[in-house]
């Protein structure tokens, strides 16, 4: 048995779990996007930010991965942690100004607009992957992952043509954060053509 | 406590953050739970699917000696998966653990108060808990592998198929026609013209095998039989020399069946000398060299109706057409495509084209070129002048077709084909996990047509598929999918309609084809739709962990609990409840009324889980699907449709309202949709009203639950179920018409005979005809029929007493 605080409130952990499990254990809610209960934590978003203070020394770590261990001093909603989350929403904002979902979370921490250069009005997707990682995890057709880099990434089947692999299951629309992911789903699942030779189609 | 099935039941309620728990009164919700005889256990959890939180179900279930448990949290489409695999090793089994979705169809999307929606919550958490205690879970059954891989049917993949197998270490035995392998390269362009450049390697490949110490070659006749199961096959083959039949014990079976070429018609003037076809041309350079001259080749596969072959026939063309250049310098070669099509070469290969002198001739798709003597006559595509191309040699495009051959081997297996298709199947669009069995081990281009450097692939990769297959069932990891289906030996009557409905193939006679012999499943294939165990006449299959008896239990505790107005709904996993499940994680708002089931194909649902909800109290049953043609399964929205169509007729029969059912479908990507279906539906059923609980109505309800269970009316629906190999339903409306009425008069009659039955067994006494045309308010004439029959088929007894016939049900 782990003892630690969170927010100054005593809690104990079984060895293994993180610091956002036992937060939720004990009831405190600490905001996710990219995590979900059904697969394996990624750390993409990085909203889940707690601080962890030792004395005068602190430091931001993301609560999702972040392994508990004896005597840590977690704040979850400290004035360091809300200005990281502030940052961190107003650079989602100017990455996927379209998703309702990030409005209005930005909202809730007083972010109403942004400051970085907005490139595309009508973007959701937060590339943050949980869509893809639902689909090799729990679905297990690994039919979806990102496609390109830096600048170009973006979700997609490979070559961003439909894919057979695809089963139509919906799950990664489902556990979408933003929403993104309804827009993108039917350039996936698509009607699989038969392959008539390799090369043709 | 007990709940009289012998099991142990956990309900765990999950607050899931701020998500359920102050939207829905879930103490008020445990202590109603609590009380429940049904459930042993019930807790409240912040987050059950966490880790902590699944330390707490495990503790629980051990503590308590829980054999089944329930979340009610979010979607199972998502999380039963890590619900079932955390809890494997506290005992649970996969269909031991169900989920109900308290936060997507009763927290996030109504304005109802945190009390009503626990009542909700309390209704739907019920019924699973009723499915949960009708389950009789099965034995985890392990697949084993006896005996080597067989490779049969002849086809050139065979090769790399073996060559695959011995590299990963794994015996195969080879079924050939005839010894020789250089037989098979001489003959090989029958199948696969214009590959001369692929030989040297093919040879390679045909050493290896013919070197390694891992296969075996037997020289085989016909293939007669292939029975048993993933694992444990027997292949039956005539004797070439007119002995008795050969059984081979196998493994596993991969099937390598080469397409046919077939020649042109006299359309294209096709005459077998100067005017031939791409095999005919391999054939006169095998015998009389490269013929000198001018030499056409015309990629006519547009005007054949096949555009999508030209890439072949193209390729097979520029190969030939490249040989010919190169070993016959005074042979013009022109290949001459339609402008709608793209020359399918590399850069490279364009380079050599031009240097061998090859030239490529377009011309206007949109008029046909005509073959005369010596010339062709043509549009060209750019100046839209009518051309002449003269030649001395015309080569067309070969027809592709399965072959004769491929198909009676095919037929052996038991793949379906399709008039005017290849082999290649449907695939059912179903999670990898649900299938033991990948894909049907079958390469070669009367798969689909292809070259041979596919060919060969799809021999590889079938034998790497079976190959991992193998390997897993060597470590002894090699489990059946859990909600397959199974045949009760001692209902089957080996009538063969489950067989006919399948389209995964899992269903097989024990032993050859035909004949009134129980079917059985391979669990391996099956695919777990379901709807083949829903159209069974006698209830002899049955889909295992998923049983009609589970969702009639399910139906029934929530139809006992739903109020006048309130509806009952299913929901495909894929169609309507997973647009049930992202309308709630969109937090949109709709009618409460509403309450779904899960069932994961829409076709699983049999008449008689219909009827059931009927009986039980429903006033209203929707049933919500995937889009048309869209089924994952097979035609489950068709069968569905079927089904419903029986209900409706049932109903009117009853003297209610044929719209308290309705078949409607679903786009998961659609949430709005979804709810315009359910609230149109929930305010129809809301303004027919409930069905009194009148004792006559009682009567009519438990006729119709008899009569959906009746051999003869689930036989003549299953005639009329759509098969798979109907590419499109056939819904022909003068045959709808005929059917519908031979339909309703066997509905009437059964519905009177079911009605007879039911009264003379609920009271043990003889009845006159009279009585009984009164008791049922029916003609005397449709009573009497069904009397006299009934008594002609022994199953009432007729006696006088003083002078009147009086009827009793015979024990």
């Known amino acids: 048995m782990i003892k630690f605080k969170i927010n100054d409130q005593q809690v104990q ?168 992911m309804r827009s993108r789903f039917d350039a996936v699942r698509g009607v699989p053509k038969v392959v008539l030779a390799h090369g043709a189609r | 406590m007990d709940n009289g099935n012998g099991c142990k039941i956990g309900v765990f309620l999950c607050e899931c953050g701020r998500r359920i728990a102050p939207l829905v009164d879930l103490k008020g919700l445990e202590q109603k739970l609590a009380q429940d005889p049904a459930v042993s256990y019930v807790a409240t959890l912040p987050f059950a699917c966490l880790t902590p939180g699944l330390s707490n179900l495990r503790q629980a279930v051990a503590a308590n000696g829980l054999d089944r448990l329930l979340v009610a949290g979010c979607e199972a489409r998502i999380l039963l998966k890590k619900f079932e695999g955390e809890l494997l090793s506290a005992g649970l089994d996969e269909g031991q653990v169900d989920m109900v979705n308290l936060r997507d169809h009763v927290a996030q999307v109504s304005d109802l108060s945190p009390e009503d929606k626990a ?184 005007e054949a109706g096949h555009p999508e072959y030209a890439y072949l026939s193209s390729r097979a063309a520029w190969s030939m057409a490249r040989y010919m250049r190169s070993h016959s310098p005074r042979t013009q070669v022109t290949i001459f495509y339609n402008h709608n099509m793209s020359i399918p070469l590399s850069t490279g290969e364009r380079a050599a084209s031009r240097q061998l002198g090859i030239t490529w001739v377009p011309y206007d798709g949109s008029l046909r070129p005509t073959v005369q003597t010596g010339y062709v006559t043509y549009c060209d595509p750019v100046s839209h002048l009518e051309c002449e191309m003269p030649w001395d040699k015309l080569i067309l495009s070969p027809r592709r077709s399965v072959g004769h051959e491929a198909l009676k081997v095919a037929q052996v297996l038991g793949l379906e084909h399709v008039e005017g298709h290849f082999l290649e199947q449907h695939k059912q669009r179903v999670r990898p996990e649900m299938v033991g069995r990948a894909e049907t081990i079958l390469a070669g281009s009367a798969r689909y047509p292809c070259d041979l450097h596919e060919s060969l692939r799809q021999g590889r990769r079938a034998a790497a598929g079976v190959a991992e297959i193998a390997a897993t069932a060597a470590r002894g990891e090699l489990y059946a999918p859990r909600m397959v289906c199974v045949v009760d030996a001692s209902k089957c009557i080996g009538c063969g309609l489950c067989k006919e409905i399948c389209d995964c193939g899992g269903i097989e006679p024990v032993e050859g084809p035909g004949g009134n012999i129980p079917r059985h499943v391979d669990p391996m294939v099956c695919t777990g739709g379901g709807t083949c165990a829903a159209a069974c006449p006698y209830h002899a299959l049955t889909q295992q962990n998923n049983t009609t008896a589970q969702r009639e239990a399910r139906v029934a505790a929530l139809a006992r609990g739903l109020a006048a107005d309130e509806v009952l709904a299913f929901g495909c996993a894929w169609g309507g409840l997973a647009a049930a499940d992202n309308a709630g994680v969109k937090g949109l708002k709709y009618d409460p009324r509403l309450y779904m089931l899960r069932v994961s194909c829409i076709g699983q649902l049999d008449p008689s889980v219909m009827a059931r909800a009927f009986l039980e109290g429903a006033g209203g049953l929707l049933l919500i699907g995937c889009p048309p043609e869209d089924c994952h399964h097979s035609y489950g929205l068709d069968h569905t449709w079927s089904r419903v169509n029986l209900l409706k007729k049932l109903l009117a029969l009853c003297g209610f309202d044929r719209r308290r059912i309705a078949l409607a479908h679903a786009d998961l990507n659609e949430p709005e949709e979804y709810i315009r279906t359910a609230e149109a539906f929930v305010s129809q059923v809301a303004a027919l009203g409930p069905i009194e609980r009148t004792p006559d109505n009682l009567e009519k309800l438990r006729g119709l639950y008899s009569t959906v269970n009746n051999a003869r009316v689930r036989w003549v629906l299953g005639a009329s179920l759509r098969r798979p190999w109907e590419d499109v339903y056939p819904g022909n409306q003068r045959n709808a018409l005929i059917f519908d009425r031979d339909f309703m008069g066997v509905l009437s009659e059964e519905f009177i005979r079911a009605r007879v039955a039911n009264l003379l067994s609920s009271e043990h006494r003889p009845f006159q005809l009279s009585e009984l045309a009164a008791a049922l308010k029916e003609d005397e004439a449709p009573v009497m029929e069904s009397l006299r029959e009934m008594v002609g088929e022994g199953l009432i007894g007729r006696m006088h007493k003083d002078g009147v016939a009086h009827y009793v049900l015979r024990s």
């Open chain 2, 119 to 302: 009542a909700k919550g309390f209704k739907l958490i019920q019924a699973a808990v009723a499915g949960l205690a009708a389950l009789t879970p099965t034995v985890r059954e392990k697949v084993e592998f006896k005996g080597p891989v067989m490779v049969l049917g002849g086809g050139i993949a065979t090769y790399s198929a073996a060559q695959e197998l011995s590299r990963r270490g794994i015996e195969s035995v080879l079924a050939v026609a005839t010894d020789e392998w250089e037989d098979e390269i001489r003959m090989l362009h029958e199948h696969y013209p214009g590959e001369r450049h692929y030989y040297d390697r093919l040879k390679e490949i045909m050493k290896e095998v013919d070197a390694s110490p891992y296969i075996r070659r037997i020289t085989v006749g016909e293939l007669t039989g292939l029975t048993g199961r993933t694992g444990s096959y027997q292949a039956t083959f005539s004797d070439p020399t007119g002995g008795p039949p050969r059984v081979h014990e196998v493994s596993a079976v991969i099937a390598c069946l080469d397409g046919q070429m077939l020649n042109q018609g006299s359309n294209f003037g096709h005459d077998g000398r100067n005017v031939i076809c791409h095999t005919e041309a391999e054939e006169m350079m095998w015998t009389l060299g490269v013929p000198e001259g001018k030499v056409l080749f015309w990629i006519n596969d547009y």
């Open chain 1, 13 to 180: 952990a079984q060895p293994g779990w993180t610091v956002l499990e036992t937060a939720r254990q004990h009831g405190i809610n600490i905001p996710t996007l990219c995590y979900h209960e059904a697969v394996e934590p990624s750390g993409a978003c990085r909203l889940c930010v707690v601080e962890l203070r030792e004395g005068d020394w602190s430091k931001v770590v993301i609560s999702c991965m972040y392994p508990v261990a004896e005597g840590l001093n977690v704040y979850t909603d400290s004035q360091r942690v809300k200005n990281v989350r502030r940052w961190i929403l107003e650079m989602l904002l100017a990455e996927c100004p379209a998703s309702k979902e990030i409005q209005a979370l930005a909202a809730e921490y007083g972010v109403g607009s942004t400051r970085f250069a907005v490139h595309n009005p009508e973007e959701q997707c937060i590339l943050c992957g949980l869509c893809s990682r639902v689909c090799a995890q729990v679905v297990g057709a690994n039919a979806i992952s990102t496609v390109g880099r830096g600048v170009h990434k973006q979700i997609g089947a490979p070559y961003m043509i439909p894919t057979d692999k695809c089963v139509a299951c919906g799950c990664c629309v489902t556990v979408c954060p933003t929403g993104a």
